[in-house]
């Protein structure tokens, strides 16, 4: 079945220096990759979206690019601060009903 | 700030108790999903409508969870008989499709079963 994977759970990067959240999934339609953040108490909320093949696509300096040979969607940001402290999830919406999550990377971000 | 609205915030029960939690999705959105986050922040989900018309649920919401969105009115997740594994942040959100389009989440009922 369609399914998402993000390998961490946890990363923990000082201020300023750069990050890449790993997404990967599986589907046997055509798929739509999503990138929701869910801060502290928050309601989760999309950060990016993309069902274009390599094509990078950009939000509040975050990036990614959706790969299809790799199956991948990886998350991406040049300099975190401290406000991208939250829960990032990758989303797949595919030819079924379902919006499928990843298991979600918490990132904490330190001064 | 979300323009989806679920209420209440927080519900506590006791085990074996009915508990109902509602949503208004955003307006002009006509699906609607409801998702289960569990302690470990995991995304389970429980079962989505187009209008009023259910499209796919799991097989737990078949058994114990009920749900609704009838017409000019909040749709509703119950659980009929609450068990200590409920306990879970739910979370409402609507799109206007189920596929493609951007889920637009609530803040969720933390529902807390003693």
């Known amino acids: 079945g369609d399914s998402v994977t993000q390998t961490e759970g946890l990363v923990t990067l000082t201020k300023g220096l750069p990050v890449m959240l790993n997404c990967t999934y599986q589907t046997t339609y055509s798929p739509f990759l999503f990138w929701y953040v869910q801060h502290l108490n928050e309601a989760p909320k999309l950060l990016l979206k993309?069902?274009?093949?390599?094509k990078r696509t950009e939000h509040q300096g975050f990036y990614a690019t959706l790969h299809k040979s790799s199956s991948s969607f990886h998350l991406q940001k040049s300099s975190v601060q401290l406000s991208d402290s939250a829960l990032y999830f990758c989303a797949l919406g595919t030819g079924g009903y379902k919006v499928v999550f990843g298991s979600g990377t918490r990132l904490l971000v330190s001064p | 700030n979300s323009k989806v609205i679920q209420t209440p915030r927080y519900l506590v029960k006791g085990q074996g108790q009915k508990a109902k939690m509602r949503c208004i999705p955003e307006k002009g959105h006509p699906v609607v999903f409801w998702y289960q986050q569990n302690k470990n922040n995991e995304f389970k989900f429980l079962i989505n409508f187009q209008n009023q018309e259910v499209l796919q649920q799991i097989d737990m919401t078949e058994k114990r969870f009920s749900a609704e969105c009838p017409s000019n009115s909040p749709c509703s997740l119950e659980i009929q008989s609450s068990e200590a594994g409920d306990s879970a942040l739910y979370l409402c959100?609507?799109?206007?499709?189920?596929?493609?389009?951007?889920?637009?989440f609530g803040a969720g009922t933390r529902l807390s079963v003693l």
């Open positions: 993309s069902s274009t093949d390599n």
């Open positions: 959100a609507s799109s206007l499709s189920h596929r493609q389009n951007t889920l637009y």
